[in-house]
């Protein structure tokens, strides 16, 4: 990878930008006609030419080609407005190759996919502050693949554009206490992998369509200090209208494609604080409830969605996490640190709530994790050393495709700064 950064000040004016470019490249081996399971053990294949994942043996190469370039500037008006403007350009050009698995000599076209986004800010900082702006967005590529609902080839260009604008404010009504409120009418162009795939785990699909919404936030944040003692407490207020939500739909053991839900609904607040103490011990919390509404009256297909009304699957709607952290220096000023953190995930539908037998509903059980980490920084942080057990009470946990994810571990880094 090669990176460029370039920052220049004119008086009231500033200029910043960043380009990157360089080549990916990931190998997935799949040349083991067995099952293994996480304790080593493992069943083997009747087939011998079978992978562990795939029908066939495989040894695939992706490479992406890729470009990045961000742009930003701003000019003071008057103490009270300035205007700003950045553009960000995303391109990823992939082939691959399979050494083993010649049904996949498709993979050696060249596939690509650009996203361009440009943005004008009009900024106010007075009684209060806030910014009104307007976004563009580009989305062009070539998809040279099969429909993911019927298998019919797609082969054509891609060239879509968008537009969408918002606003921001904060106000302090007093030293402590300051409300946020803010509107945006935005677009989520897809990422790389929802569209192009990654050849493996995740099938291509050149009909996905931009995710647009409508998003609105009401938040509170009360901070202050007491002595030593310093505190903060926030939250937010959220609803969303998505159209063409995109979600992941897994429709094999662990492969699956990503496709859009033509409404959804989500709303939810947010729960956060921090309380520091002498600035070396401190207590972080947060959570979080979210409910995702399928509001899809009728499929992309133009038939009946039997969803409707139903909580999106495979999201987890209830969720917090806390740390809580000490950290000294000694007389050297060498830092020294432990912290302790937990995660809980409320019990959440694998499939749609509304389907099948309401007496067999496949659950991804509630789940409470809890870590531990110590690290320590030396000649002012050119050596740094930490040590990590993830998992600590090694329980049974899970992802959100319900599938389980590795028991206690350990991790020791090392890191040396010049």
Do not use: C
Not at 69 to 77: L, Q, S, T, V
Not at 141 to 158: E, Q, W
Not at 269 to 286: D, G, H, P, R
Request: without cysteine.
């Amino acid at each position: 990878m090669s990176s460029l950064n370039y920052k220049k000040q004119w008086g009231k004016a500033s200029l910043s930008s960043y380009f990157l470019t360089g080549e990916v490249k990931q190998t997935y081996f799949d040349t083991e006609d067995r099952t293994y399971q996480w304790d080593g053990s493992y069943q083997d294949k009747p087939n011998e030419l079978s992978g562990e994942i795939s029908d066939l043996k495989s040894i695939l190469e992706i490479k992406d080609e890729v470009m990045r370039a961000n742009i930003y500037g701003k000019y003071e008006i008057s103490h009270a407005f300035s205007v700003s403007s950045g553009l960000s350009f995303n391109r990823t050009e992939r082939s691959g190759e399979d050494e083993l698995d010649e049904s996949k000599a498709s993979l050696e076209d060249r596939r690509s996919m650009t996203k361009t986004v440009s943005a004008l800010n009009l900024n106010y900082h007075g009684v209060g502050s806030g910014s009104i702006f307007y976004k563009n967005y580009q989305l062009s590529g070539t998809r040279d693949d099969n429909n993911p609902a019927d298998g019919s080839s797609i082969d054509d260009s891609l060239s879509k554009s968008f537009h969408g604008f918002g606003l921001t404010y904060r106000y302090s009504m007093f030293d402590a206490l300051a409300l946020n409120a803010s509107f945006e009418k935005s677009v989520r162009l897809p990422e790389v992998y929802e569209l192009l795939g990654d050849g493996i785990f995740v099938r291509a699909n050149p009909l996905l369509e931009p995710e647009k919404s409508n998003n609105l936030n009401l938040g509170l944040k009360y901070d202050g200090t007491a002595g030593e003692t310093m505190y903060v407490l926030e939250s937010n207020l959220f609803y969303r209208q998505a159209e063409n939500y995109i979600r992941f739909i897994q429709d094999e053991v662990i492969k699956g494609v990503y496709e859009n839900v033509k409404e959804v609904e989500i709303k939810g607040i947010e729960l956060s604080s921090m309380l520091s103490f002498s600035n070396s011990f401190s207590v972080n919390t947060a959570i979080t409830y979210q409910d995702m509404i399928n509001k899809s009256k009728t499929n992309l297909s133009g038939g009946e969605d039997t969803f409707y009304g139903s909580r999106v699957p495979n999201e987890p709607y209830l969720f917090a996490n806390m740390q809580i952290a000490y950290s000294f220096f000694d007389k050297k000023y060498n830092q020294y640190s432990v912290s302790w953190n937990s995660r809980y995930v409320y019990e959440y539908f694998l499939e749609w709530e509304s389907a099948g037998d309401s007496s067999d509903k496949q659950l991804i059980d509630s789940q409470l994790t809890h870590a531990i980490e110590a690290s320590a920084s030396f000649i002012h942080q050119t050596y740094n050393v930490s040590f990590a057990v993830d998992n600590l009470l090694d329980e049974d946990v899970y992802d959100n495709y319900n599938i389980q994810k590795p028991g206690r571990s350990y991790a020791l880094k090392l890191r040396y700064n010049y």
